[in-house]
C-alpha cells in the first residue's frame, strides 16, 4: 500500500491518534503528503461548520438590515461593518485575547442520556474560539452578500407577491428568500471559497495548536522549517487547496443548478472565472 | 517626554497613563504604524504594475508569455494567500542567496543543499552577518514588499484581466479601422479606458491589502501587531510602568485603526468613483449626466 506507514502514523495526526511525535529526520514524502493531508481535516472542519452555521445568520443579519425599524438595523450594520472593516487576522487576536481573560466557569447541559460539562476555556481552544471567530466573520460578509441581492430582488415579483395576497413570512419564504438565494448564489460561492483560505490563519493567529495538532498550513510551515525546503510542503498544500476549491465550486454549482431550474438557457451556468474579491 | 514623567512610580491617574504612552518603546509602537503605512505605498503601486504586466502578458500572442500570465493570474484564485506569503518570503531568500552564491564564490565544491541545511559561502550570505541591524531589518522588509506585490499583483492582474475585456468590442474595431496596429490600439483606446471598468475591483483589492497588512507579522517584521503583543503583555514591578495583561485593549486599539482605515478609503474610493465615471458610456456615468 502507498505510504502504509506514513497513514498508520500520521492519518489522524492532526486529531491527536497515532504517533505522537512529528517525524524530525528523513522527512520523507509520503510524511509530507499524509501529515499535511491530515491538518486539512481542520481546515474542511472550520469552513463546513463556518459555512453552515453563518448561513442562517447571516440571512437574519440581511433581513434585518433590511428593515424599516432602526432597533433592527442600526445593530445589523454595525456588526457588518466591525466585521467587514477589520482584518481577520487582528479579530484572531482580540478574540483569543478576549477569551483567556474570561472567568473559568463550567456548565452542566443534561442531553438525555450523557451529561455534557461545558466550560469556557474550550473558548480559549481553536476548534471552538476560532470556530466563532470564523463564524461571525463569514456571517458578515454573506450577509452583505444577501442584504445586496435582497435589495435586487425584482420589483415585479414583490407586487406579484402582493396580488396573491401573501404577506410576512409567507412572502418571505415563497418569493423573497429564493430569489435572494438566487441572485447572491455566485458571490456566496466566492465567500465560501475565501472563508476556506481564510481557516489557514487560525493556528498563527494566538490560537495554540495544542500538542502539534495543528492544520494543513501548521504542518507545512513545519516542515519547511524543518528542511529548510519550501518546493516540497507548499505545492503539497496548494493542490490540496485547489482540490478542495474545486470541489467546492461542484458543490456549490450543483446547488446553483437547482437554484436556477425554472430559468430558460444560459442562465443556470455558475460563472466559470469567480469573482476573488471578498 | 514630559518634565513630571522623571519617577514614574509617583505618578497616578491621567498623568500615569500620559508619560506611559509616550515612552520610548511606544514610540518604536507609533513608528511601525509608519512601517504599515509605507508598506502600502510602496506595494500598492508594485502590484498594479505587476498586474498590469500580466494582464497585458495574458493577451500576448507568444504562447508560453500567454500561459504565464494564465497561470500567474489562476494561482490566487485556488490557493490561500497566506500560504504564498510564506512560501515566497523564503523561496526569495534563498534564490538571492543562491544567485549570490553562483557569481561571488564559483570555485565552492560543497553542495548548498545538505540533508536539513542550506549552506551558501560566506560571501554570499544576505545580508552579511556583520552588517548592522538597520540592514537586516530594511531587507527583510524588501523581502516582504516583493511577496506582497507578487501576490496582490496577481488580485490586480484578475482585475485588469476583466477590465481590459469590458471595454466595448466597438472601441478595438475603430481602432483597428484607423490603421492602428496592435501596440497602437492596446495603448492609445483599450488602456486608457479601462480604468473606469478596473476601478470598483482595485477599489476592492485595495481593501484585501489593507486587510493584510497585518500579515507582515508572519513574515518577521516588527510591525503594529508584534509591538502589541509585545507592549501589551503584563509587566511586573521590575518595570517603570508596571501593568497587567493590556493585550486585549492594544489589539482593540488595532481593530479600531483598522475600521477608520477602511472607512476612510471607502469614502475616499467612492468619490474617485464618482469623478471617474463623469461622462462614461456606462450606468454611473449616464447616472451622472441625467442628475447634471
Redesign the interface.
Known amino acids: 500500500m502507498i505510504c502504509g506507514e506514513a497513514l498508520q502514523n500520521y492519518g489522524l495526526r492532526s486529531l491527536g491518534f497515532g504517533e505522537r511525535l512529528l517525524p524530525r529526520?528523513d522527512i520523507t514524502l509520503c510524511d509530507q503528503v499524509v501529515l499535511i493531508g491530515s491538518g486539512l481535516i481542520w481546515n474542511v472542519y472550520f469552513a463546513i461548520l463556518a459555512l453552515c452555521l453563518g448561513f442562517f445568520f447571516s440571512v437574519a443579519l440581511a433581513v434585518a438590515r433590511n428593515s424599516p425599524r432602526a432597533l433592527l438595523r442600526k445593530p445589523a450594520d454595525w456588526f457588518v461593518?466591525?466585521f467587514r472593516?477589520?482584518?481577520?487576522?487582528?479579530?484572531f487576536?482580540?478574540a483569543y485575547?478576549?477569551f483567556v481573560?474570561l472567568p473559568r466557569l463550567g456548565f452542566d447541559l443534561d442531553l438525555g442520556s450523557m451529561e455534557l460539562t461545558v466550560e469556557t476555556r474550550w473558548l480559549a481552544r481553536a476548534w471552538l474560539g476560532a470556530l466563532l471567530v470564523l463564524f461571525l466573520n463569514t456571517s458578515a460578509y454573506a450577509a452583505q452578500i444577501f442584504y445586496g441581492a435582497l435589495q435586487s430582488v425584482p420589483k415585479g415579483d414583490l407586487e406579484a407577491a402582493d396580488a396573491y395576497g401573501m404577506t410576512g413570512w409567507k412572502r418571505f419564504r415563497r418569493v423573497v428568500f429564493p430569489t435572494m438565494m438566487r441572485l447572491a448564489w455566485p458571490a456566496y460561492t466566492n465567500e465560501a471559497?475565501f472563508l476556506f483560505?481564510?481557516t489557514?490563519?487560525v493556528f498563527?493567529s494566538s490560537f495554540p495548536a495544542f500538542q502539534q495538532k495543528g492544520d494543513a498550513?501548521y504542518y507545512?510551515?513545519y516542515f519547511?522549517d524543518?528542511?529548510?525546503?519550501?518546493?516540497v510542503p507548499?505545492p503539497i498544500?496548494?493542490i490540496y487547496?485547489?482540490l478542495v476549491?474545486?470541489c467546492i465550486i461542484a458543490v456549490f454549482g450543483a446547488v446553483n443548478r437547482r437554484l436556477n431550474r425554472h430559468l430558460p438557457g444560459e442562465r443556470t451556468r455558475i460563472r466559470y472565472?469567480?469573482n476573488?474579491?471578498? | 517626554m514630559f518634565a513630571f514623567c522623571e519617577d514614574p512610580s509617583a505618578l497616578e491617574g491621567a498623568r500615569w497613563f500620559a508619560c506611559y504612552l509616550t515612552n520610548g518603546v511606544h514610540f518604536k509602537f507609533y513608528q511601525s504604524f509608519l512601517v504599515v503605512l509605507l508598506l502600502l505605498a510602496v506595494t500598492a503601486p508594485t502590484a498594479l504594475a505587476f498586474g498590469f504586466a500580466a494582464a497585458s502578458a495574458t493577451r500576448s500572442r507568444i504562447p508560453p508569455v500567454r500561459w504565464f500570465g494564465n497561470i500567474y493570474t489562476a494561482m490566487v484564485r485556488g490557493i490561500p494567500d497566506i500560504a504564498f506569503f510564506l512560501f515566497f518570503v523564503i523561496v526569495l531568500d534563498q534564490g538571492i542567496e543562491y544567485l549570490r552564491h553562483n557569481i561571488v564564490c564559483p570555485d565552492w565544491t560543497d553542495p548548498i543543499r545538505q540533508g536539513a541545511n542550506f549552506i551558501v559561502c560566506p560571501a554570499a550570505r544576505t545580508p552579511q552577518s556583520s552588517s548592522p541591524q538597520f540592514v537586516h531589518e530594511a531587507y527583510n522588509f524588501a523581502l516582504a514588499v516583493f511577496t506582497y506585490a507578487i501576490v496582490f499583483g496577481a488580485f490586480c492582474a484578475n482585475v485588469l484581466i476583466g477590465a481590459m475585456r469590458a471595454v466595448p468590442r466597438a472601441q478595438m474595431e475603430t481602432a483597428e479601422a484607423y490603421g492602428m496596429t496592435r501596440r497602437q490600439a492596446f495603448w492609445r483606446i483599450l488602456v486608457p479606458q479601462m480604468w473606469v471598468y478596473a476601478l470598483p475591483g482595485l477599489s476592492n483589492v485595495w481593501m484585501i491589502l489593507i486587510k493584510a497588512t497585518p500579515l507582515l507579522f508572519l513574515l518577521g517584521i516588527e510591525d503594529i501587531v508584534y509591538w502589541a503583543r509585545e507592549l501589551g503583555g503584563s509587566r511586573t514591578s521590575q518595570y517603570a510602568y508596571p501593568h497587567p495583561d493590556w493585550r486585549l485593549w492594544y489589539f482593540l486599539g488595532l481593530l479600531v485603526f483598522y475600521l477608520a482605515f477602511t472607512r476612510v478609503s471607502e469614502i475616499v474610493l467612492a468619490r474617485l468613483t464618482r469623478r471617474l465615471s463623469h461622462g462614461q458610456a456606462t450606468a454611473a456615468g449616464e447616472q451622472a449626466r441625467r442628475a447634471a
Request: charged share 10%; hydrophobic share 60%; no cysteine.
Open positions: 529526520a461593518f466591525v472593516g477589520s482584518p481577520l487576522f487582528i479579530q487576536f482580540l485575547e478576549a481573560l471559497i483560505h481564510a489557514t490563519l498563527f498550513l507545512a510551515q519547511a524543518r528542511t529548510f525546503n519550501p518546493f507548499y498544500v496548494a487547496f485547489v476549491t474545486l472565472r469567480p476573488l474579491i471578498r
